[in-house]
């Protein structure tokens, strides 16, 4: 069964740093591309960031340079680096494998001013 487990949220002050981690089960982690989500407060969740089996990234606007994912196939984990945080990155971050409806739990980012 495919499983995704995402960790390293917490609460930081603005302009803080926080790296998330999703470790991935139950599949072929290093053909898959992974993308990161985030559901913020009262709004619909969206898309943040991607990566392919080859580490070819793209990223959401709004990230403006600030954020860095990356993955580690031997560990089957896909990281997202955070930087210069705001209150607006505040939400709940997912990661999910293209092409599966497959969620982990989340984890929750607050960034305080």
């Known amino acids: 069964q495919v499983q995704l487990v995402e960790s390293g949220g917490g609460l930081v002050q603005a302009g803080g740093s926080l790296t998330l981690s999703c470790v991935v089960s139950?599949?072929?982690?290093?053909?898959?591309?992974m993308r990161w989500y985030r559901q913020r407060p009262g709004s619909q969740r969206e898309w943040v960031a991607h990566?392919?089996?080859?580490?070819?990234?793209t990223y959401a606007t709004f990230v403006k340079g600030r954020f860095t994912v990356s993955r580690d196939n031997a560990g089957n984990t896909v990281y997202l680096q955070m930087n210069d945080l705001n209150p607006g990155d505040s939400g709940t971050y997912f990661c999910?494998?293209?092409?599966?409806?497959?969620w982990g739990q989340g984890t929750q980012v607050t960034v305080s001013s």
């Open positions: 990566i392919t089996p080859s580490d070819t990234t």
């Open positions: 999910t494998i293209v092409g599966m409806d497959r």
């Open positions: 139950g599949i072929d982690f290093s053909i898959k591309t």
